[in-house]
């Protein structure tokens, strides 16, 4: 029951991945700013009122709820647009806060729901998981600093405060089991594909043309034997994955290989933002190595500009200290 309690009060007190989620946060951000930005160009065509999906044929088969639907207006259009673009931007550097994020969700499912055909499957998990990241302090990291909701925050009462680390904590794990949960969907439902069974399924996703990268995955398809290591372990993988983020020793490095996982499905099959979005999500499991990298990062950066002011004939570290007294404080 000690034990139980000391675990309670750790996660009533203690707020976790704080770096992890707000990389998440900025690299979904910046996966919604990828969609804009690469859409630009043909937006009229392919979000328009007058564009490939007429408005009335688009409000006809619209299931769900889209800004896009409220007026055929071009004007509309083009305002909602590149306000989506703008609350990405936002998000993807920090700026905006909860409001901007939960505005970021309503204009990325409205331009979703405008053109399912241009969708990769990232879209699906972007739609859950930027809701959990309202509980969260993702904006604590990877953000542009404009005090206003610090100031904000310190205006609030000490007990709401600490009432929010449970909160955070909780969208946190909410994140954490939704990828998981990912993950071990779509093995068991690889598992019961036939070819998949007989490790053959790589040869053939890597020869559809539209996933097809010329001149590489020809030397993948035209090897039996990484056709059956491949096919197998993605399989593995994707089923023992929730296992290996379980262990505390094996989390990195679980999360390491599925960010190898997905920059492999970026770079041979062209799903970009699909790969990105998994990514995201898979930082929540690598806080403690962001945290380490940047506290090493800043330390190299402090001892070189003490190494230059030194350099330029200024005073080194007084008496009784040394070059490492004071340790970097984590971003």
């Known amino acids: 029951m000690k034990n139980i309690g000391a675990r309670l009060d750790a996660w009533s007190l203690n707020p976790v991945a704080i770096t992890g989620v707000s990389g998440t946060r900025m690299l979904l951000g910046f996966v919604g700013l990828m969609f804009y930005v690469s859409q630009y160009h043909e937006r009229n065509y392919l979000f328009g009122p007058d564009g490939q999906m007429l408005h009335d044929e688009f409000k006809a088969q619209l299931s769900g709820f889209s800004l896009y639907a409220l007026s055929a207006s071009p004007l509309w259009f083009q305002l909602v647009f590149h306000a989506g673009a ?62 206003v909701a610090k100031r904000l925050t310190e205006r609030l009462p000490g007990q709401v405060r600490a009432v929010a680390v449970p909160f955070h904590n909780l969208g946190v794990l909410m994140v954490a089991a939704q990828i998981c949960l990912v993950y071990v969907v779509s093995g068991l439902y690889k598992v019961m594909g036939e070819e998949w069974q007989d490790g053959t399924a790589l040869f053939y996703v890597m020869r559809v043309p539209e996933f097809e990268l010329p001149g590489w995955s020809n030397l993948v398809y035209e090897n039996d034997i990484l056709v059956v290591l491949g096919t197998y372990a993605t399989v593995a993988f994707l089923v023992y994955f929730p296992m290996g983020v379980l262990v505390r020793a094996l989390r990195p490095w679980a999360a390491a290989m599925s960010i190898g996982f997905h920059l492999s499905i970026a770079v041979f099959m062209g799903l970009t933002g699909f790969a990105l979005t998994m990514i995201a999500c898979d930082l929540v499991f ?32 007084g008496a009784g200290e040394t070059e490492n007294a004071v340790e970097p404080a984590l971003v």
Do not use: E, K, M
Request: hydrophobic fraction near 45%.
């Open 86 to 147: 703008a609350s990405a931007l936002a998000v993807t550097l920090g700026v905006g806060g909860r409001p901007g994020l939960a505005l970021h969700w309503v204009f990325l499912w409205s331009i979703y729901q405008r053109q399912p055909g241009l969708l990769d499957g990232g879209d699906n998990l972007a739609y859950v998981v930027l809701p959990f990241l309202l509980l969260t302090r993702c904006y604590d990291r990877f953000a542009l600093p404009t005090g």
């Open 286 to 317: 690598l806080s403690g190595t962001l945290d380490r990298l940047i506290a090493w990062v800043r330390s190299r950066r402090d001892r070189a500009a003490r190494d230059g002011a030194q350099g330029d004939g200024a005073p080194g570290p």
